[in-house]
């Protein structure tokens, strides 16, 4: 599995971005699709998961402003950022898990302004 992601850049705190993930490759239905992110200096960390059965997780400095979300149908999984602010400033990347295999993106640079 190939992953692109693409959407970040530069917006002002309280503003909004989509991120997209776009997968070749087949099954991509089965995996689990994450978003992680890794600001300077600190270790990188789970945003937003979603199954295959599209039930999503959130870290808890996201939920109620980011949604995840999955089209089946274009191999692609999005995260919907609200509200944003300057601590969400980061290098996000998509994540695909299978069966003890997992695949990464090449990252997509959000940083939010004060």
């Known amino acids: 599995v190939q992953l692109q992601a693409s959407g970040g850049g530069l917006v002002q705190a309280g503003g909004s971005l989509r991120l997209s993930c776009a997968a070749s490759g087949s099954r991509f239905s089965a995996y689990v699709m994450a978003w992680y992110r890794q600001a300077p200096g600190k270790q990188r960390e789970l945003v937003a998961l979603?199954?295959?059965?599209?039930?999503?997780n959130y870290a808890d400095s996201v939920k109620g402003r980011f949604t995840i979300s999955r089209d089946n149908a274009k191999n692609t999984v999005y995260l919907q950022m609200n509200s944003l602010k300057p601590e969400d400033t980061a290098v996000y990347y998509c994540n695909a898990q299978r069966v003890g295999t997992a695949f990464w993106g090449q990252g997509t640079q959000v940083t939010v302004s004060s």
């Open positions: 979603i199954s295959s059965g599209s039930s999503a």
